[in-house]
């Protein structure tokens, strides 16, 4: 005595089991069906009852990456997703009402609360109206969506990095208890061919426990590797031009030439290069590329420089009626400084030279001597200053 | 006999107290009862008299600090507002019903106008559609909201300054009388890493009395603080290096190099310098940082320290049949400037020296001592100016 | 028999002075009757008859200035505006309907079309929901307003500018006969602190007559200052040093240093800071800010002054077997041009020299006699170019 | 017999000549009329039969110009758009119904689809609500547009380049035999004093003829002038400062200063001065302003002139022991590039030296004239190159 | 026996093959039928069973091409579309009801879910609202597009580049089962003219397998061709400009002028160049342009350049007391950077010169034999070096 029981069941939950009945196999007939028992339902999560979960299978397919904002550390994607579950209890014959699938404006369905926990911005996708139902109450609405995403950047190894962008789909409202998020197999369907390339997506299923109730999410993973060929050719490469230029630059005869003022006008270039890196760094707040501080340290480096060439030009053509160096800024520029910029030591001469000339312009050999410390002393012998101390006279 | 009145009463104010009859625990039974209980009455504020305030907790998270623009004064983020306010009258009961919470689209109800009085743009939040309605009629409204709102901001201090931004929830039109707000316990949920980073969150719950009523709003105040990282690494350190360049550059000697050339290059990268800076520094018509007028500072020094560089070059190469320096400005320049840039004395040199040469292109000792006032005179024994006016001959 | 014809008036005018009937007073019974009385009419200008005016009261707040684009001449504010108008021949009895206000959609009524002429773009206001309605019948709309308008700026005295923008609130299509404005006390509740600062807000009623018809409308005078700090900081002070280091320039000895390159690299320096100024000057083609013309002016005279140096440069060094220089452009290079540049005269020296040497390099005194003009022979005396015609020889 | 007919007629086609019947003097009575017999034809156009055309009147007044983007082509101006057109057959009396005109919200009636041909973006106007409708059946629809529309621009005369834009109103789908535009003069009300000066605005009515149909078409013309004065002072004036100092920095003696370095400073000023020029010039990809081409060419000669100092540095310099300039070069410098640059001719100079000196460092006067063609030979003697050729001794 | 059943079958499939009723030819009664027959069944695909096939007719016209973001590898045109299709069953007799074509309300049909797969943003077109259906059931929907769509953008051409960009456009849901693209003959009616130019537009049909189903698509080819004068006026000649300068620096003395301070200069120039070209270069991570690379060459050839000039200054200047040239770094210089230069050889002299001087401040031609290699040794001869070996006295 089963069937009465099953038959109570089913006038008491409408929609259980039973088929839509279409008077004939048109479309007509089959909208009027779906009209009385699925459009009129719209507000009412497609259950049989409260107790049953409804189980959504997600599908995210990455079409394109428009870009990576570091100010207020976001990406903006064109995701492909495609949403599928069941409306239970709603199946039709397929033979008669003539089709197993139909399309159906959206706003005649329930449709779950997916979303993105990481989103930020108003909708912005392009719109489509349309979704599936067949024959055995499976929904399927596919949509693309421009998502504005936050995303945890790491700019430390610019132009190299790797940013690991999480996207979180869940139910905004719906506990696990009602709405359950279930996967399928995701495959990247990628049309740019911009400044990021996509290295991997890894997705997993979880479920975030709160204390209002567990709800059912799917993480998204999608790791990106900036192509870092612009920013070596535009700032990594004119850089290192700039630094070799200025290490070279103390093969420049201090007596013909005027050294500081070159070695000034190569520190202006590197001013106007520092402009360039402003447009094109990626400006953010926390923590600064590496590649900044590789900056900051060559224009410091030549700043030293700049300054060490300044010092010895002074000694080189002051007379020595004024106050010597003071002797710990001659140890920090020529112990300290010297063994920074890597100079290497010459043999000693083992030519005996005796000067006899008065030396109007310069200043004796012997008479530096006196003040000069020892680095230094060893640091004229071979390191492009020259000091003309001793001239082979005929 | 009190029960009859009680009756006359529920029939008179519809839904106290008397509970949501379900035909069956279904979904559509449930509905079914709502659409005429509480559906059709959207429009009315969902207490029983007029006299009733309804009262609607707030709960607040930071999600995201996207930027704040000192422009416009404004600060843009994304908070995570959850609203809870009860219907009135509407109850069922659990196990008749056959749940005890249901996802209700929020167009169907009445929703309290709270607004933020900060806020100066329209929505651009993500947007979600369900509200849950538990059994006990309690509404949960959970929504993100991007809020561009103002902020007093002052920069001061920049780029080490801390905000203060405030954001004052409240029924933009609802008196205290209708619409009451009581806060809960905020917890931060911090998703960027930004430039800016979140100190603290006050919270306080006010009144504010107007003639037309009294209105209940709650103060959110958001302790926000820049890291300066990038703007000590960009604008602080270069700046920086610059003005220790210019510092030393009195230790050209003047008759070997042109030294006024090497601080008009330097001048002319502090002026490039200028434009990173104008990139990165805020711009605020109102209050100008600190940074900027140090900025403005070390320009002016740079350019005082070259003037004076000129005037030396001209006292120390032009003949005696020009006029002199004015008393006023070899006054100013060398006593008030040289004590600016913090010369110190020489001792005077002990050792006697008589010239003897006749000194065809610079001049002698005892010809400037006629027109050269004091303070040059000993600018003259410790400065790097080299006027060679004693030169020891064999 | 007065009071036959008024009943007979007020069934033939439903809602002249007679009250809502509430069946209790509750919400769901003065909603019941509104629904009847009031949402049905949404179409209908809430008058009694087509001769009647509907008077709005406003009332406008300034709540901040969000910004000013030179570019396309408008202002964009924030303004919160309070309508209030009279729906004739409503009202209640507060008693029997329970409250005397509630709050309704705003979508349920006739909303005047009170514009702003000005308005150049779509709204970008934050949305509110509910207006009041009070037991007498009025309407009170409250509401933030995002207003982008046009305004004429006139930019010549920028950055000491004061710019004064209308609103002019008015019904779009409501002719003075249908709708008429008045106006309501004007409290300001300015919330920015940027870089305009509102000095005083004007008000007017005034009256549009064309040949449809006479509008209302209600005129708005923002008078906002500028706040100049900023322009002053990064523009003025800067551009004042560079000048002044080109005056002192002259000071510079040509015999010594190479004072044309010492020139031109400071002229370099000001077309740097000429793209300083590009950044920040507001761009609009209509009229040039003054700033604007001084600063060409100072580049034309720094240009100017530089094309003397060349000239007396040339003078100094040429040897006498080329064309001298021709005599309009001496005359005006050093009688006008010395003129503009308030070079003083200095007094005739009384010694008499004579030169002996044979002058290789330079050029003697009697030769340069015959060929320079006066004004120029009379420059060469208390300029600061050295000819060094005479030196005291031993 | 032609009254039933007509009759039949009437009754056969509603609303034609008949007038609505209003119940009672009062806006709900008009209303109700219109609801019945206006408001349900929303979707039909008001014309009694098909083959009646709708004849639809319209008036533009230019209320501001907003801007104009070279990039995309595109002009954007706040228009005030009147069309007016009949309701056929719809019409009251006056005194029945208290009124002659009545404002009805617009959605509650069929609108023509007069577009923009030109147009390009979504529409971004400011929203208004109501028209009129009079008690002929007039309806008045008012309202601003803000449009955003292609216009063809021709910047080869940029900054004085007239534009000419044309916007085609015109139905989007209706042949002229459904709708019909007529013209109505058009009045300018601008409201902005910006870049753009509205010069003329012509209007013609014409017929657009296609295989589908014709189509009624008003093109608006609008004649727009650029204010040159912005660019005149930051472009053209700077520019021509730095192309006088080129010109006369030939008056630099090459012996004492070192004119190359002079000129290579100017070429770099030029080359920021481009960089400004870069900001504000219009970048659009179709033709170059005349301008730009200006800019270039005057790069090139100062590139040109600093080549030929550089040629007569090297000649005057260098030692007879190495290689002669080439010929065809020379002849291209001297003779060529000395007649685009107008150097004038110099009488040859009667007297004759002889030089009698080693000449230790420059080279003889007859040493050159043995390689030196003869063009630079006579630029030598007029020319600021001096080669000392002939020194008085003593 | 036929005509029963094909009035069974016409009762069966409402609308087949019988026309549409007007009870009178005016415009109500026609929407009368048509709101019975074709409003009503809005939700429908306009089929008579759902085995058939919709077919649709598709022309797009190119509008304007208003923009190409490289950045994010984007590209925004309008387009103009016209679709075409076939209500089935759908007809009427013109004479019957008055006119053989309607305008109908967008709104009212069942619209093809036709969408552009590249699409990347929300739809920003001008919004149209007709729709034309003629009496053979026939809809044409003309409505202008703005796309903004995805393109495989290929710069390493820039600026002669030509882009290909796709539009595939193809229902989002329906399978080539329910709707059918077909393709009109497409012609272009380019308004804009632009930075871009269109060089060809090809079409092809073809349909998309893929397990879910075929879907037909349309691909429209877009050859677009980039006008580069504006980058080869401003970035292409310029840049040759000063590499030309580059090149002859070479001929300055380098004992008169200073000519690594000229060459150091002349980089300070091509950085700030570069700096226009980092505003002007597409900015896109993947690939880098041609262009770009010849600059950054064009950059390390100038540093080299100026190294080499470093590296002789030193050898020509220094004393023969310090470490010669390392023999790698000689050779490297002088035999390959030199052949790279193309320095010419010159013949030997054949002139015997023998130096007698003692040459106290350059070094005799016989000690530099010793440790200068060959190459560097043929240098000097025919290099504008000039290292004064031999100087005829007298």
Known sequence: MKTPWILFFCSLLPGL????NCSSPT????????????FSKKLLRPVKSFSETLKVTLEAKLAGILGVNEKSQSLTTIIWLSQKWNIQGLSWDEKECGTSKVSISREKLWIPDISISEFMEEDKSPKTFYVHLNNHGQVTDDKPVRVDSFC?????TFPFDIQNCTMTFGPYLHTGHSAELTLQESREVLWTKGEWELKNIQVTASILEIPHGNYSEIKYYFILRRRPILYVVNLLLP?????TLDLFSFLL????TDRSAFKMTLILGYTVF????????PVTGHGTPLLNVF???????MVASLLETIFITNIQFRSDNYVPVPHWLSVLVLRYLAAIVCLPRKRRSTRLTVSLSPEPKGMTYEKMRHFIPRPL???QRWHSVQLHPVRPFL
Chains 1, 2, 3, 4, 5 share one sequence.
Request: proline share 6%; with cysteine; glycine share 2%.
């Open 17 to 20: 089991g039973d088929t839509l």
């Open 27 to 38: 479309p007509e007939a089959l909208f009027d069906s779906l009209e009385k028992e699925l």
């Open 152 to 156: 945890k950047l790491d700019i430390y």
């Open 239 to 243: 850089s290192c031009f700039l630094i």
């Open 253 to 256: 005869p201090p007596a013909t």
């Open 274 to 281: 520092l402009l360039i890196m402003n447009d094109l760094l």
């Open 295 to 301: 900056f900051s340290i060559s224009l410091a480096l």
């Open 377 to 379: 002393f060893r640091l």
